[in-house]
């Protein structure tokens, strides 16, 4: 089957990386965790990635692939909308749907809750997900759209199937999608409302953030859900691309180039499906104030996260989002937050003491 054929200019366009960022392979030192019979991945040969279907029940299906490449997250940052660009590249297809959840459903192979033996969990089962149809077989490169990292938005997937993922797939791709951790969290339908009430609480002047808030925006480190892949595949498998780049229509045609040439597709000419936007602001309606989206992007435990993922992208410093929230701010101070209060504990008194304290005011209030 003939392949299209790229223009010069594409492929002028695609020898730099210039929007997508990727991983400085020597700045990475995360140790490596072995492939054990423990984690059910012993370093064998688990056969291959295509099966074809058998010729008398060719009826639509020619082959079935386990995916070449996965998007893995983050939830929330447009991993919807780039399943769909991809997907209208000739060479790329999701199979039966964008998110397979193929890891922690119980009818297929769940490795979220313990070790699985199941058929469903030879890699010919997964494969299933993924026919490539005899009026489209150009369609070779598949993938899955799953967001495997988690992060405040979901469960992130187990060190089982990481590792399922490595030792039967062991050429796969990483696609990763990251954004402000502000407008991320407030993406999110679980957290928008909390962070609507602590916009509204800064402006009673209590600057005080739940701790709760900052818990879930913890979740935001993104670096902290990397490093558990980056234990399993090489720092080279990961193409990052900043969500904020992509939402950008003037960067989006070359974003995808470098994406489908980091994965051997080729350069592709988008047109229209690139006009879609999906998932657009359905949990919120609630913007976050400049101040607000500041505050939260330059928390110092953020800013670290920042600086721990920017030390090893290739290229020097590439995410900015906490300057950047400064800048949109104008210079608006960020809020000075109070810690938030620690509940006072009592220490637990002998029962002598404890029967004198019950008699009084102060030990009828505590005990
Ligand atoms: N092309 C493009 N570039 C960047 N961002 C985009 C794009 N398309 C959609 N979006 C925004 O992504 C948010 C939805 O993300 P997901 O599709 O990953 O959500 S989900 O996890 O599948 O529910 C959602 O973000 P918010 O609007 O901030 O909620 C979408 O507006």
Redesign the pocket.
Known sequence: MPRPRPSALLLAAVATAQHTLRLDPARVRVPTTPLTAELGAEPRDYGPRCHDEPKKRRLRALRYCAPSFLIIGF????????ARYLRSHPRLTFGTRKEHFYFSRPEFCDLQHGPNTSPKCHVKAYAKQFPIYKDKPEKDITFDAT?LLGGD?GVPASDRTIAWLRSRLPELKLVV?IKSPA?RF??NPNSAAKLARFQASLRRGDNTMPSKLQELLQENCYIDKLERWLAFFPADRFILIK?ED??DEGK?PTILNEVTEFLGAGPHVYGEALNF???????SNVTVSPRVRTTLNCLPRLRTCEARLDALIQGGTRLRWCDEARRVAHGMRETQLRRSRVPHMQPTLPPEKRERAGSGWFGRRKL
Do not use: E, V
């Open positions: 939830g929330r940052c447009g991993t919807t909308s780039l967001p938005m999608l407008d407030m993406s969500s992509l939402r989006r936007l999906g998932n657009y602001r359905r949990a």
